[in-house]
């Protein structure tokens, strides 16, 4: 018979506050990855909105234009643009870093289901991402678009 170890036994002699530097230094390494995937978004964040409005814009009048109803939008929708952007693609990196944390309280055989659970959860993120893009929105914005009264000229906030 294997004998399993008790998660509690490697965690004995570690106070709450060990545990609390542990999490904030997960969360300072995931902050830092995302900075740094952040920055060189940032310089393409036009192009990447572009991209990322092309579903809708395909969808919009002839001549029907998107609109910024602040001031600072045309500002801010690029740089939270590049900010959901550069989490988007962190996302194996800050799994990875919750995983690091919680796996020291874990059992053996706990240990082992994770690393499937952890791929999967990557590919499907990714996966369900696409789709979204892909066949989601499309339906979405072809709806919208196409039930405007007549006379109504769509024009959709940036």
Do not use: C
């Not at 018979?1 to 904030?24: F, N, V, W, Y």
């Not at 020291?104 to 659970?117: D, F, H, I, S, W």
């Amino acid at each position: 018979m294997t004998e399993q170890s008790d998660p509690a036994d490697s965690t004995k002699g570690q106070p709450l506050i060990e545990h609390l530097i542990e999490l904030r230094s997960r969360l300072l390494k995931i902050a830092g990855f995302i900075l740094v995937i952040f920055i060189p978004l940032f310089f393409f964040a036009n192009d990447l909105y572009s991209v990322v409005s092309s579903p809708l814009r395909a969808f919009l009048p002839e001549g029907a234009t998107m609109i910024a109803t602040e001031v600072a939008s045309p500002f801010l929708t690029p740089f939270k643009l590049a900010l959901v952007l550069a989490i988007f693609i962190a996302i194996p990196f800050i799994l990875h870093q919750i995983w690091a944390f919680v796996a020291p309280g874990l059992y053996a055989n706990e240990k082992r289901l994770a690393g499937p659970l952890l791929a999967s959860s990557i590919v499907l993120f990714y996966a369900g991402m696409a789709f979204a893009y892909f066949v989601v929105f499309p339906l979405i914005f072809a709806f919208f678009t196409s039930i405007a009264p007549t006379g109504v000229t769509i024009m959709t906030d940036i």
